[in-house]
């Protein structure tokens, strides 16, 4: 009877009653991955991951690219309307994540959002550049104060790039695939 037990595929002295509801291999509890659809064996997850990273290695600099593109001119359209800077600020989120996807060809990678992200980061850092360069200049007349001002004078950016960020992040695709 010893003989017919069943044991996991990946720990031979492990007993199990589970199976990959794929494969039908037999897997022990720390072995099985809980997915929408029942539990698998890791190398059934692994292929089904591989199917959804579709993206090259050159979609990674090119969704950067184009995040910043769009970041980038949206915070220079945003800089001139005050408070209606964070409208503006979702409205390029969505719009980035629209350009990168059409600018991979729709292909998907668990980390392409992560390349987007900085890309958005990066495109919102060139506006305030002004602002901290003047602040610098003046800190010796201003003082404290041109420090409060020079604080403020960056709030606008500060907060257009967390929300175009976010919007950005929220509205790539391979996001939600974990
Ligand atoms: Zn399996
Ligand atoms: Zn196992």
């Given at each position: 009877?010893?003989?017919?037990?069943?044991?996991?595929?990946?720990?031979?002295?492990r007993?199990?009653?589970?199976?990959?509801?794929?494969?039908?291999?037999?897997?022990c509890?720390?072995?099985?991955?809980r997915?929408p659809?029942?539990?698998?064996?890791?190398?059934?997850?692994?292929?089904q991951?591989?199917?959804?990273?579709?993206?090259?290695?050159?979609d990674?600099?090119?969704?950067?690219?184009?995040?910043?593109?769009?970041?980038?001119?949206?915070?220079?359209?945003?800089?001139?309307?005050?408070?209606?800077?964070?409208?503006?600020?979702?409205?390029?989120?969505?719009?980035?994540?629209?350009?990168?996807?059409?600018?991979?060809?729709?292909?998907?990678?668990?980390?392409?959002?992560?390349?987007?992200?900085?890309?958005?980061?990066?495109?919102?850092?060139?506006?305030?550049?002004?602002?901290?360069?003047?602040?610098?200049?003046?800190?010796?007349?201003?003082?404290?104060?041109?420090?409060?001002?020079?604080?403020?004078?960056?709030?606008?950016?500060?907060?257009?790039?967390?929300?175009?960020?976010?919007?950005?992040?929220?509205?790539?695709?391979?996001?939600?695939?974990?």
């Open positions: 009877m010893e003989e017919l037990e069943t044991v996991c595929s990946y720990h031979p002295g007993p199990t009653t589970l199976r990959c509801n794929r494969c039908g291999r037999p897997i509890a720390r072995c099985a991955r997915t659809v029942g539990y698998r064996c890791i190398t059934c997850v692994r292929e991951q591989k199917i959804f990273d579709t993206a090259y290695w050159y990674f600099p090119v969704a950067f690219l184009a995040a910043a593109l769009v970041c980038g001119v949206g915070s220079i359209l945003g800089s001139f309307i005050g408070f209606f800077i964070l409208f503006v600020a979702g409205f390029a989120g969505m719009l980035a994540a629209r350009v990168v996807n059409w600018a991979v060809r729709h292909r998907r990678n668990r980390f392409l959002w992560i390349a987007a992200a900085a890309g958005g980061i990066a495109g919102s850092l060139p506006i305030m550049i002004p602002t901290l360069v003047m602040g610098l200049l003046s800190y010796e007349e201003l003082g404290a104060a041109g420090l409060a001002t020079l604080g403020f004078g960056l709030l606008w950016p500060l907060g257009y790039m967390v929300v175009a960020v976010v919007f950005l992040i929220s509205n790539m695709k391979g996001f939600r695939l974990k």
